[in-house]
């Protein structure tokens, strides 16, 4: 059978959307091999063409791609027959995988209370893990309050029919009651009112807060957490909403919990006196964070907005949801990049990097003094908790861990060269590039608007919404370079290599970036583009 020809004839049916809009900006290629920092595509003649690779899997790869000692982990695991598919059962492995992570987390934040551990297959996957137990939590927090407002009330109804206790004037005034009802009647008239009130109260659905420029994923809830409207606007009717925060106006924060917060109102008896008082109503679910907005453009949350955050979500009982999906793992210099920020979450996730770029893995953790256990009956996953994804994490905790954290420190400082390398282009082209921002090996180049530009080619690009994406084709095409711009903001390049990056790709990255500056200063989007101009 001619494979090559039967691929050719065939429909396309895996996305072909997608496949076009690659092909259009010249990403459309097929790479048949990774290993370190470097994908491999064939030529014409079927040989092996290298491509540096600083997309490394949206963040997934910073061990390095085929990293020797996860494969022969892999391997061992297969050989031996390891169970994948063992549900409801005993997990020793997740186990030591959850401690093995509460000893990094208890290390970083300085703190010795327990994270409990929920494991899923995917970064969004956890995001919703973490809505759902915050969900969980607040209406079995409403519960409670039910049950505080009906003793209320009996209390009152008790004192009223003892005789030691009344509606006073001023009471039955605020609320219409008749100034000659008796006693246990004008009660009982001011105890439907506030039934009639707090049950619309007690039935509001849940609000989150979130950062303007946050992704947290595209499955059905945590869409309406991603900031991007083109991502959440077709799905808004589907979950929860939000209330998405400036990062640069933290006294949003106030505005938001004036404007949205909830109350219920409680009977209560005092010195011979039936009066009302206000409950606060757990409307705010959870906070979503990103230490570093990766789709949003690389953004460093900034540490006196962390604490804003820290201190408002405390005042208010909110709990923090720290998403560490794709800048924790290592890649920053610590496994969680939160902690150098100084913010604690009340829940982590992490994914990517976590399966060691083989297994597909994540994980949510929740501190004890938040902890449901009933999630652990209402929530499941078939494939999370698995031993072969159990033992990749466990192996990725390893390498991290070994010499003393030697994989942090050279996250750090390939970080810092890639950064100097990014920064000098900067410097060059200061009518093209706008800002270099991120930490560690979580990077962005964010290019100015090119929508103004005196080339009609190059306007062109820019008004096509794909302007990032003929950069990164300009680079994959001339200079062998991997890379995407993020998804919410076009303009911004991110580079998320490995530990394993090699100066060799640090200097390919900087001569295809100078190419493509000069390419935008000569106003030349022909060549930008390439045979796929728009």
């Given at each position: 059978?001619?494979?090559?020809?039967?691929?050719?004839?065939?429909?396309e049916?895996?996305?072909?959307y997608l496949?076009?809009?690659?092909?259009m900006?010249g990403l459309?290629?097929?790479y048949?091999?990774?290993?370190?920092?470097?994908?491999?595509?064939?030529?014409e003649?079927?040989?092996?063409?290298?491509v540096?690779?600083?997309?490394?899997?949206?963040g997934?790869?910073?061990?390095?791609?085929?990293?020797?000692?996860?494969?022969?982990?892999?391997h061992?695991?297969?050989d031996?027959g390891?169970?994948?598919?063992a549900?409801?059962?005993?997990?020793?492995?997740?186990?030591?995988?959850?401690a093995?992570l509460n000893?990094?987390?208890?290390?970083?934040?300085?703190t010795t209370?327990?994270y409990?551990?929920?494991?899923?297959n995917?970064?969004?996957?956890?995001?919703?893990?973490?809505?759902k137990?915050?969900?969980?939590d607040?209406?079995?927090?409403?519960?409670?309050?039910r049950?505080?407002l009906?003793q209320?009330?009996?209390?009152?109804?008790?004192?009223?029919a003892?005789g030691?206790?009344?509606?006073?004037?001023?009471?039955?005034?605020?609320?219409?009651i008749?100034a000659d009802?008796?006693?246990?009647?004008?009660l009982?008239?001011?105890?439907?009112q506030l039934d009639q009130?707090?049950?619309?109260?007690l039935?509001?659905?849940?609000?989150?807060?979130a950062?303007?420029?946050?992704f947290?994923?595209?499955l059905?809830?945590?869409?309406?957490l991603?900031?991007?409207e083109?991502?959440r606007?077709?799905?808004?009717?589907?979950?929860?909403?939000?209330?998405?925060?400036p990062r640069?106006r933290?006294e949003t924060l106030?505005?938001?919990?004036?404007?949205d917060?909830?109350?219920?109102?409680v009977?209560t008896?005092?010195?011979?006196?039936v009066?009302?008082?206000?409950?606060?109503?757990?409307?705010f679910c959870?906070?979503?964070?990103e230490?570093?907005?990766?789709?949003?453009?690389?953004?460093?949350?900034?540490?006196?907005?962390?604490?804003?955050?820290?201190?408002?979500?405390e005042e208010i009982?909110?709990?923090?949801?720290?998403?560490?999906?794709?800048?924790?793992?290592?890649?920053?210099?610590t496994?969680?990049?939160?902690?150098?920020?100084?913010?604690?979450g009340?829940?982590?996730?992490?994914?990517?990097?976590?399966?060691?770029?083989i297994?597909?893995?994540?994980?949510?953790l929740?501190r004890?003094?938040?902890y449901?256990r009933?999630?652990?009956?209402?929530?499941?996953?078939?494939?999370?908790k698995?031993?072969?994804?159990c033992g990749?994490?466990?192996k990725v905790?390893e390498?991290?861990?070994?010499?003393d954290?030697?994989r942090?420190?050279r996250a750090?400082e390939?970080?810092a060269?890639?950064?100097?390398?990014?920064?000098?282009v900067?410097?060059?082209?200061?009518?093209?590039?706008?800002e270099v921002?991120?930490?560690?090996l979580?990077?962005g180049?964010e290019?100015?608007?090119?929508?103004?530009s005196?080339s009609?080619?190059?306007?062109?690009l820019?008004d096509?919404?794909l302007?990032?994406?003929?950069?990164a084709?300009?680079?994959?095409r001339?200079?062998?370079?991997?890379?995407?711009p993020?998804?919410?903001?076009?303009?911004?390049?991110?580079f998320?290599?490995?530990?394993e990056?090699?100066?060799?790709?640090?200097?390919?990255?900087?001569?295809?970036?100078?190419?493509?500056?000069?390419?935008?200063?000569?106003?030349?989007?022909?060549?930008?583009?390439?045979?796929?101009?728009?």
């Amino acid at each position: 059978m001619d494979t090559k020809n039967s691929e050719a004839d065939a429909p396309e049916l895996a996305e072909p959307y997608l496949r076009e809009v690659l092909g259009m900006a010249g990403l459309a290629v097929e790479y048949v091999r990774a290993e370190g920092n470097t994908l491999y595509r064939r030529d014409e003649d079927g040989g092996e063409i290298s491509v540096a690779d600083f997309a490394g899997g949206y963040g997934s790869v910073l061990l390095g791609h085929s990293q020797p000692d996860i494969v022969r982990r892999a391997h061992d695991l297969l050989d031996a027959g390891t169970p994948v598919h063992a549900q409801f059962s005993r997990h020793p492995y997740a186990n030591d995988l959850a401690a093995a992570l509460n000893r990094i987390v208890h290390r970083e934040l300085r703190t010795t209370e327990p994270y409990f551990a929920i494991f899923g297959n995917s970064g969004a996957e956890a995001v919703e893990a973490a809505v759902k137990h915050a969900e969980l939590d607040r209406v079995m927090r409403i519960a409670s309050l039910r049950e505080e407002l009906e003793q209320a009330t009996e209390a009152a109804r008790s004192a009223v029919a003892a005789g030691t206790a009344a509606v006073p004037d001023g009471v039955r005034t605020r609320h219409g009651i008749a100034a000659d009802a008796d006693p246990v009647a004008a009660l009982e008239a001011l105890v439907e009112q506030l039934d009639q009130d707090n049950a619309a109260r007690l039935d509001r659905p849940p609000l989150f807060l979130a950062l303007e420029g946050g992704f947290h994923g595209k499955l059905g809830m945590s869409v309406q957490l991603t900031h991007n409207e083109g991502y959440r606007a077709p799905f808004r009717a589907l979950a929860a909403q939000a209330r998405f925060v400036p990062r640069d106006r933290p006294e949003t924060l106030k505005e938001i919990y004036a404007r949205d917060r909830g109350v219920v109102r409680v009977p209560t008896v005092s010195d011979g006196r039936v009066d009302v008082v206000e409950r606060e109503f757990p409307v705010f679910c959870a906070f979503l964070v990103e230490p570093i907005q990766g789709e949003g453009g690389i953004h460093v949350l900034d540490p006196a907005f962390a604490e804003a955050i820290q201190r408002f979500c405390e005042e208010i009982d909110c709990p923090v949801v720290v998403d560490e999906i794709q800048s924790g793992m290592g890649r920053t210099g610590t496994l969680l990049a939160s902690s150098q920020l100084g913010l604690r979450g009340d829940y982590y996730v992490l994914a990517k990097t976590l399966g060691g770029g083989i297994a597909k893995a994540s994980v949510m953790l929740v501190r004890q003094t938040r902890y449901r256990r009933d999630f652990e009956i209402v929530h499941s996953s078939t494939f999370a908790k698995d031993s072969f994804s159990c033992g990749i994490a466990l192996k990725v905790l390893e390498l991290l861990e070994a010499d003393d954290g030697a994989r942090y420190r050279r996250a750090t400082e390939r970080g810092a060269a890639l950064r100097a390398m990014l920064e000098s282009v900067h410097a060059d082209f200061p009518e093209q590039v706008k800002e270099v921002r991120g930490r560690g090996l979580l990077l962005g180049l964010e290019f100015h608007d090119q929508s103004g530009s005196a080339s009609a080619s190059v306007r062109a690009l820019a008004d096509s919404g794909l302007f990032g994406y003929f950069l990164a084709g300009r680079l994959l095409r001339e200079h062998r370079v991997r890379t995407f711009p993020t998804a919410s903001a076009v303009n911004t390049l991110r580079f998320e290599p490995s530990v394993e990056l090699p100066d060799e790709h640090i200097d390919r990255l900087g001569t295809g970036l100078r190419d493509v500056c000069r390419l935008l200063r000569d106003g030349d989007g022909e060549r930008l583009a390439g045979a796929a101009a728009p």
